[in-house]
């Protein structure tokens, strides 16, 4: 007979009690685990729906956001031929004004000659004084100097702006490129919801198509001085191969200080020749860098 | 500087009309148009008699600053000066532009007088 080992059975019974016990503290919260994922169940229904629904809509957000753009650059098409027609217009009348001042100042001079060969007697001489004078009048209002540079300045006037318009239409482009970058992350939401529903095998999303090379996320529409000497500042100082005053103040607005190590790093490892004829060697060498990073 | 015959190259037809326009007003009218780096590599084989170059950076196809790269790096053209006329203004954009050996740079909006006043000073420095 088997010899009963009672304490191994004690210790096995205490083991199932301590189960029992542990069961009956989880139970609990297993139960409100299960309550839970019951009460989420609809709401993770309506999250589905409204996943697939944004996922429809943005296609067509993306349409609207393009076809603002086709308006504007429509638009802005048809005031660039109203500007060249003020352009156009300006230089003819600028044109024939010049032609017109040429010509009477010819009548003019020939008046002034053949009124000076008359016969100056006394029943002619008030004739010619009246002649004269009025020729005199007519002079300055149209021919004279000032008359004529106020003219040419009021032609100017208006070169410089149907210019202003040109230039300020530039802001087609930037805030096409705007919309480009919105597009773009509305098309990158839209790739993310449509891999989520497709994993969970309730339809299939076409994938949109962007390249992030096609605009510039930071295009914006201001008119920055400081900017454009910045950029210049910046470039001479790279022609001239002054990199020791690039100071970290001046590579401020990049993101990390990584970022600028390298930058100074590549800058003091390059060739620093720009697209003259004066550096002969340097150029082939640099050519052959660039041929071997294309390949 | 009025016989100089320019290629334009921008993908916003916008940008190339006010850009051809200022030339024109500047007295230039031999202006070839490309609307990528590609179209406009492929200009460059067709016109030979290319003076300057005035190109954008962000393009479908080929960026501008990757036809600029080309450009430097065939015998043929690698001497053509180049103006860069981009949106693109942080300073990483401006060293990356020298770097690939732009001549000038030219951040948008800009204004007449700042294209003629590169334009003059690029030609005067080659």
């Known amino acids: 007979m088997k010899k009963i080992d009672v304490e191994d059975i004690k210790q096995r019974v205490s083991e199932v009690k301590a189960l029992f016990v542990l069961g009956q503290k989880i139970m609990p919260v297993l139960e409100d685990i299960f309550q839970f994922i019951v009460e989420m169940h609809p709401v993770l229904d309506d999250i589905n729906s409204s996943i697939k629904e944004s996922s429809s809509k943005m296609p067509k957000a993306v349409d609207k956001i393009i076809n603002i753009s086709n308006a504007t650059e429509l638009a802005t098409s048809e005031i660039l031929d109203h500007v060249d ?134 295009a914006q529409y201001q008119h920055d001085v400081d900017k454009q000497k910045m950029a210049d500042e910046l470039a001479e100082k790279y022609i001239e191969g002054d990199i020791s005053d690039i100071s970290e103040d001046d590579l401020s607005d990049m993101e990390d200080v990584d970022d600028i190590d390298d930058v100074i790093s590549q800058l003091e490892n390059s060739n620093l020749d720009i697209g003259s004829k004066s550096s002969g060697a340097d150029e082939e060498n640099t050519s052959d860098d660039e041929s071997e990073n294309k390949s | 500087m009025a016989n100089l015959k320019f290629l334009v190259v921008d993908d916003s037809i916008t940008m190339r009309r006010i850009v051809i326009n200022t030339l024109k007003n500047m007295g230039h009218q031999q202006i070839v ?94």
């Open chain 2, 33 to 126: 148009e490309a609307v990528d780096g590609e179209d406009a590599l492929a200009k460059l084989q067709v016109e030979d008699d290319i003076n300057f170059i005035i190109t954008d950076w962000n393009m479908p196809n080929m960026t501008g600053l990757e036809f600029v790269k080309q450009v430097r790096s065939d015998d043929a053209t690698k001497d053509l000066p180049i103006l860069m006329v981009t949106t693109r203004g942080m300073k990483q954009d401006i060293l990356e532009a020298m770097q690939a050996k732009v001549n000038s740079y030219i951040i948008k909006p800009f204004t007449p007088q700042a294209i003629k006043e590169k334009i003059e000073k690029v030609l005067s420095s080659i």
């Open chain 1, 85 to 218: 027609e003020i352009f156009k217009t300006n230089e003819k009348i600028m044109s024939e004004y010049k032609d017109n001042i040429d010509k009477q100042t010819q009548l003019f001079k020939k008046l002034i000659l053949d009124v000076q060969s008359l016969d100056k007697n006394e029943k002619n001489e008030k004739k010619i004084g009246e002649i004269l004078s009025v020729s005199k009048k007519i002079y300055n209002l149209t021919l004279n100097k000032s008359t004529i540079e106020e003219k040419n300045n009021e032609f100017e006037k208006l070169n410089i702006l149907a210019n202003k318009i040109l230039m300020a239409l530039q802001f087609q482009d930037i805030t096409s490129q705007q919309l480009q970058a919105a597009n773009y992350l509305i098309a990158q939401v839209q790739n993310k919801l449509g891999k989520l529903l497709q994993s969970l095998g309730e339809v299939e999303v076409e994938e949109i198509i962007t390249n992030p090379q096609e605009f510039n996320e930071n």
